[in-house]
Antibody
């Protein structure tokens, strides 16, 4: 059974860099994309970005200029860095596995969904 | 950017009754739609993907329907553990992007 364990600094000052890591246990690392999602207090979910085992990344355009996601395949880990944080970056940050299911037909369809999640890390930005 | 709009924001239903939650996309997402359940202090849990396929271990009382821009999550007979916040999520291939709705809070009537 795949489990995601995440950790990182929980209290930051404005302008600092947020740094979180997520480790994957109990399953394949190379066959998936791995995502970061955040949730501000009392609000909804926002996708930050994703990476696969070869280091191919995709980012939310609204955060792209400040986000770096990296991977360490030797440890089955991936990491998030978010630079120049402000109070607006205060949120619970989740890591998640992205799975894909292909449905064959006249035209094959691919369905993408996040099926395994970490427990979340609360990050507070305050001076 | 595709915008996902969920309605209602809050839904009050009695245990044992049926709940119907809606999700609308600003443009067609085909069937690339997933539903998640989130309880306080917990990570989201995948319920439905491909608009209508239940994830592993999800009870049959949860069902999803729709395609294009209109989607529905139905819980046929509410159990106490079903009261939570529900999010829809779409996937867009170009640019590669995932967008969530703002959520529907399902509360006990």
């Amino acid at each position: 059974q795949v489990q995601l364990q995440q950790w990182g600094a929980g209290l930051l000052k404005p302008s600092e860099t947020l740094s979180l890591t997520c480790a994957v246990y109990g399953g394949s690392f190379s066959g998936y994309y791995w995502s970061w999602i955040r949730q501000p207090p009392g609000k909804g979910l926002e996708w930050i970005g994703e990476i696969n085992h070869s280091g191919s990344t995709n980012y939310n355009p609204s955060l792209k200029s400040r986000v770096t996601i990296s991977v360490d395949t030797s440890k089955n880990q991936f990491s998030l860095k978010l630079s120049s944080v402000t109070a607006a970056d205060t949120a619970v940050y989740y890591c998640a596995r992205l799975s894909v299911t292909m449905v064959r037909g006249v035209i094959s369809h691919y369905y993408y969904y996040m099926d395994v999640w970490g427990k979340g890390t609360t990050v507070t930005v305050s001076s | 950017e595709i915008v996902m709009t969920q309605s209602p924001a809050t839904l009050s239903v009695s245990p044992g009754e049926r709940a119907t939650l809606s999700c609308r996309a600003s443009q067609s997402v085909s069937s690339n739609l997933a539903w998640y359940q989130q309880k306080p202090g917990q990570a989201p849990r995948l319920l439905i993907y491909g608009a209508s396929t239940r994830a592993t271990g999800i009870p049959a009382r949860f069902s999803g329907s729709g395609s294009g821009t209109e989607f529905t999550l139905t819980i046929s007979s509410l159990q106490s553990e079903d009261f939570a916040v529900y999010y829809c999520q779409q996937y867009n291939n170009w640019p590669r992007m995932y967008t969530f709705g703002q959520g529907t809070k399902l509360e006990i009537k």
